[in-house]
Each structure stands twice: as C-alpha cells, then as structure tokens.
C-alpha cells in the first residue's frame, strides 16, 4: 500500500524519508525500554522514619543516560549526623539493557565523607576506579553495571520477560555476579493505590542479608518498595510517597 502512495516521482524521495525516519524511531524506541522518570521514596528503619530518597533518569549528551540516587537523612541519627548521600550512574543503552559508562558515589555526613568512583571505557577496554584515596584496574568486560544501575537493568529485563535476571556488577575493587529471582506477585498499597506487584528476591550464596525489591509493571517496572533485611533483624526499608 505505501507503494502506491509513492507512484508520484516527485514524492518518492520524501516517501523514502518517511519511512527511514519512521524506522529510526522504532529502532530508537525499542533500545530505550525505560523512559526518563522521578520517584520519590520514605526511608525508614526497623519501622520508625529515618529519611527520604529519590531516583531520576534522564536523557544526557548525545546517546548517553543519567541515573541519580539521592538520599538524605530527616530523622533520629542521621538528621542529626546530616547524612546525605549521591549516586549517579552515567551510560548507555546497549541492545535494551544498560551498560555504565561512569559511576559516582559520594557519602557526606557531619564529621567525615565518602567517595568512591568508576569510569568504564568500553574502547580501549578499561575499567578503573578510586575508592578514598586509592586508585585500582579491573579487567573489562562488555556490559558492566554498577550498584546503583541495576534496578534499571532489572526494569529493562523484566519489560521483555527475560528469564534470567543475572549481572556483572563492577564495586569496590572486584566484579561480582548479582543473581536475582521473580518469587511471586503481590498486591501492594502505596500511595497511588493498590498495585500488582513483582516480588524479586536478590539470591546469594550465603545466608545473611536478604534484599527484596518490589517491582510494578505498570509504573514500567520500576520499584515501589526495596527493603533489606541484615544478618542481625535490622531492617531498611524503602517506599513509594
């Protein structure tokens, strides 16, 4: 049918246009399985206030992404200690799945900070990173994530029914494998109502800390709720406001 509409020479050339561009948007549309977003979330700890936090996405320079973490304490010892601290994961889209690029983390409280770096270049094939002082070299691998990526990386998988929910995790001085599961689903009330949610249990090999993450399927999958359970009882908790 888009032929015959093309019989006129003098169309054929914007018909051609039309349709590369219309090609370049899907083929654009299909790369980017998350769409720029802002979440904000009430922190608490063995159930009584203890923050706020927020994740945004964003479109950088060029084909690059911004991902930021921000948390700040408003209650008990970490209002008092002023804690505050930042991620942000610039990267990429590669084949719908994000691959980072450069990676900050920086910790401030009343009477010391924190911070640790990454930067990922996939030509030459390099990874290195400063963690305080410290300055080391991991060996590449195509399709590294770092701490504060894997959500999306998460969100992506999960939008294309992936069956393993598996990654390279470059942090602290080594590249980890974070294995993940789907456990069940689970209606959730939050403050934009009841929703169905995927409940996703991070899966170690020790036992100790248990990290679950609730993930919508209609907010593209992203999470409402993250809540992390250490060795000892005390538990973090993260929810949607």
Request: with cysteine.
């Amino acid at each position: 049918m888009t032929a015959h509409r093309c019989k006129n020479p003098g169309l054929m050339a914007r018909c051609g246009l039309a349709l590369l561009l219309a090609g370049v948007g899907a083929l654009a549309a299909a790369e980017v399985p998350v769409q720029a977003f802002e979440l904000q979330f009430e922190v608490s700890r063995n159930g009584k206030p203890l923050g706020e936090a927020s994740i945004k996405l964003s479109p950088a320079e060029g084909d690059t992404w911004a991902f930021q973490t921000h948390t700040r304490g408003t209650a008990g010892l970490a209002s008092f200690a002023g804690v505050e601290i930042d991620e942000k994961s610039e990267f990429r889209w590669n084949q719908g799945r994000p691959e980072t690029l450069r990676y900050a983390f920086d910790q401030k409280m009343r009477f010391k900070s924190k911070k640790r770096s990454l930067s990922i270049m996939p030509n030459p094939g390099r990874v290195s990173g400063r963690d305080g002082d410290g300055e080391y070299q991991l060996d590449y691998e195509a399709g590294l994530v770092d701490r504060n990526l894997v959500v999306l990386a998460m969100a992506s998988d999960l939008a294309r029914s992936a069956e393993q929910l598996e990654y390279r995790v470059a942090d602290k001085r080594k590249i980890d494998t974070n294995i993940y599961r789907v456990a069940g689903q689970e209606k959730l009330k939050t403050v934009r109502g009841e929703l169905d949610t995927l409940r996703v249990e991070r899966v170690r090999t020790q036992s100790g800390r248990q990290t679950t993450t609730w993930i919508a399927p209609s907010l593209g999958y992203l999470p409402v709720r993250i809540r992390q359970i250490e060795e000892d009882g005390e538990t973090m908790d993260m929810q949607l406001r």
